[in-house]
């Protein structure tokens, strides 16, 4: 019994195993044959430099050396004994020389030596062809006041003109609408705006009034006028200017006209009106004593009063230019009586005359004195030069061509010694730097023509970059200079010393 039962399991483990192999056969399975490859690279770097100054031996032996031992380059020590004496000798040449004296650096851009910033017009004034008379700018530099009128011959008493203002810095100036409008019953000659109170400007007109008006006063800006009186002007007035008198802070208005009469307004506020304070005549017989015997019998007996300066160095001193030419210093403090009818002036005239200058050929239209030196004056007129005097002395110490019309205005650079421009009639302005080597302009604005004459100009004391220029054709352009025509340069005052001290040929 025991041996069947022990058979029994065999049997089933051997088909148990039968069984399995033929499982494990039928799920067999094979992946995909891997494939393998080789590759090299290989890259190949190089670099070669050298440097030798001397052959390598002697190189080591010179490094070698400590260094208070080591020799100089070869030749090095020769060459230096050889130029020596003429290295020295020009370095002495170039310690004496003046050639860059003048010279400066200009670190900025270089530009145009002028600009035009804007092109102010009166559409009214210019519709009725009226031309800018005069210019002047505020003491504050930025307002610019212009005076229309006519400049060329007839009857214009009747004319009605005005005086308008821009103001330059204000936000979105308009250069066709004026901040302010004066109407003025006849032509405006003249125009100065005060040192100190920039709201009041001095006028002188065609009928032979002088007025002050006061800007801040919109509705009625007449402060003070002299009226058709006795004491007052009969001819045209061609020239005012602001005087200083005796109580600080206070100014008179100097007036001169083409009547031979120069006089001194103060004003009454009280009353609106201009009282006379000083009066001058100028008459040939009373000019004084020269060589120009001739000039003076062709005159007549009076001395019509073109242009008119003071001197900023002596309150005492003022200039005068004539329509015959004559060229005049004048005395405030003259006590001598004018050889002329009293014309029922309330003050007695006097003759300021004590000296004379060479005459022009023809009338003198403008004088300016220097801001720099206390002798030296410009002066220009119908001649087309622009003289510069001394008042030293009667000949012009230089004189120089500017046009070949008339030039109407010249007037000095209030910041550079050597520097002043002039309006000429056939449109152009010139400006002249008497430091430079030649005398020709340093920079000309041709904009215009013989229909649009430059009758005036006015340098902004405030700001010397800006230059006022007024024509026949109504418009103002203000002017931008480059820095080299604003900048003074360290001898410049030497230079106009030197020119002033110079004795006329």
Known sequence: ??????????SIRSAWRTSQQSAQDSIGCQTRAVHSAEAEVQTLSTAVSWTQTQPHD??????????????????LKAFLQRVEDTVIRELDRNGRSHAFDEFQVNWEDQSQPVSCLHCLQHPSAQERGLHVTSVSWSCTGSVIACAFGRTDDGDWITEPSCVCTWNLDRR??????ADLVIDVATAVTALCCHPQQPALIAGGLYSGEVVVWDTSRTQDPVLVQTGMSADSHREPVYQ??????????????????SGGRVLLWTGDLNEGRFVLNAAYALVPQQVPHSSYVSFKARGSSTVGVTSLALSPWDPDTFLVGSEGGLLLRCSFSSQTPAAVPSEGHNVTLRAPAVFVFRPRSGPVHSIHCSPFHRNLFVSAGTDGRAHLHSLLQADPLLSLRVSDSSVFQVQWSPSRPLVFAAAAAQGEVHIFDLGRRSLRPAATIEQGGADQAATCLAFNSQNSHLLALGRTNGTVCIWQLSHDLTEQSPREISQLEQIANQVAA
């Open 1 to 10: 019994m025991f041996t069947d039962e022990a058979q029994e399991p065999v």
């Open 58 to 75: 002697e190189a080591q032996e010179l490094l070698l050396q400590p260094a208070a031992d080591r020799l100089d380059p070869p030749g």
């Open 172 to 177: 979105g100036l308009n250069p066709k609408q």
């Open 240 to 257: 005012v200017a602001w005087v200083p008198l005796q109580k600080a802070g206070e100014f008179g208005v100097l007036s001169a006209c």
